[in-house]
């Protein structure tokens, strides 16, 4: 029988005795469905796979594999666990019954056949399964446009935090370009880093990806900085340099509060390690918590070294040799020295 061109629901039907399969064939027919006839559990299994019945009229006694079995391994599976089974069998015990239903079969039918009731049964089922299936089908849809929702809300709050980071950066007297070159660039340096055998089982390329999104967020603090401290052109004294020094926390503190999907968590993580730790020192000398070594976040490592090379060249408008110049010194002191020399040796592919 060609089952592919049956517009009419496909109910298979499982039984070793013969006679048994013509009569609920000849039932089913009737009911303008499309009858899907098997031996054995074992064969029920294969059609299964190559009919997707909408429904099976299962016989529990047979040889091999009986009805219990097939419903456990239809059930079990999650291609087929949904479609309704309903038991057909001789025995009318409530033990029988209860053991098909407790298996996940949805209805019982004893014999002989009453094709009324046969028929009955079967189309409760076949309407329940129809409403389940439109019923996960618009939860699908649901979900769809809700995740799609959830993504637009999620970047639109990116959009808010790189905007306060283009404010913050124009209140410490960067130019437009700032933000771009500090992506870019912790790019190109995180990259060479992955190259290296002293990284390369740190930094993938999704890490790749993800600091270049938050290293912009580093001075997002600064927007709650008082702005003649930012463009003061004198020496800040000890209690002005503490509160611009508070602008690690600000900005950590703003970021660890934004609630996000679980699609944005690396992200957030990363831009509060940045954000927090981005002015701590190699040998320990900096803020905000005198973190040293290995015990600053890598990101806030990658961060420290580019934001430090693009303030020479932007702010101070030094050359790129002149500012690793400058840099050369604070190697083993502000820097990563392992991290310096990579970016030592990929500078002329830096912005």
Not at 137 to 154: C, D, F, T, V, W
């Amino acid at each position: 029988m060609d089952y592919a061109d049956k517009g009419a629901a496909k109910i298979l039907i499982v039984d070793d005795l013969e006679v048994n399969r013509s009569i609920l064939e000849e039932i089913i027919r009737d009911m303008g469905c499309c009858p899907v006839s098997a031996g054995s559990g074992e064969e029920a299994l294969q059609l299964v796979k190559k009919v997707s019945p909408q429904l099976i009229l299962s016989d529990i006694s047979m040889p091999g594999m009986d009805g219990y079995e097939l419903c456990k391994l239809i059930k079990k599976n999650k291609k087929t666990k949904n479609i309704p089974i309903i038991f057909i069998s001789a025995y009318d015990n409530p033990k029988d019954i209860m053991e098909g239903l407790s298996l996940g079969g949805e209805d019982y039918i004893t014999k002989p056949f009453y094709p009324e009731v046969v028929q009955a049964r079967v189309s409760v089922h076949l309407r329940l399964y129809q409403a389940n299936r439109e019923l996960e089908e618009m939860n699908r849809k649901l979900h769809a446009s809700l995740s799609e929702q959830l993504k637009q809300i999620e970047q639109e709050k990116k959009d808010v935090l790189y905007a306060l980071a283009g404010i913050a950066a124009r209140n410490s007297c960067y130019r437009g370009e700032h933000i771009e070159r500090l992506k870019e660039n912790c790019r190109i340096l995180a990259q060479g880093m992955q190259l290296s055998p002293l990284f390369e089982d740190k930094i993938s390329d999704a890490y790749i990806d993800t600091i270049e999104l938050a290293a912009p967020l580093c001075d997002i603090g600064n927007i709650g900085i008082p702005l003649e401290l930012l463009r003061k052109q004198e020496a800040l004294d000890a209690g002005e340099m503490a509160i611009v020094q508070t602008h690690t926390t600000i900005g950590a503190k703003l970021l660890g509060d934004l609630h996000v999907g679980s699609d944005y968590n690396d992200f957030v993580h990363v831009a509060v390690d940045i954000a927090h730790y981005h002015h701590e020192n190699w040998d320990g000398s900096g803020y905000p918590e005198g973190l040293r070594k290995e015990e600053i976040p890598l990101a806030a490592q990658i961060v420290s070294i580019v934001q430090v090379y693009c303030a020479l060249t932007d702010k101070k408008n030094y050359s790129r040799e002149e500012a690793f110049q400058i840099m050369e010194g604070e190697a083993e002191i502000k820097f990563n020295p392992d991290i310096y020399k990579i970016c030592r040796k990929i500078a002329r592919q830096l912005r």
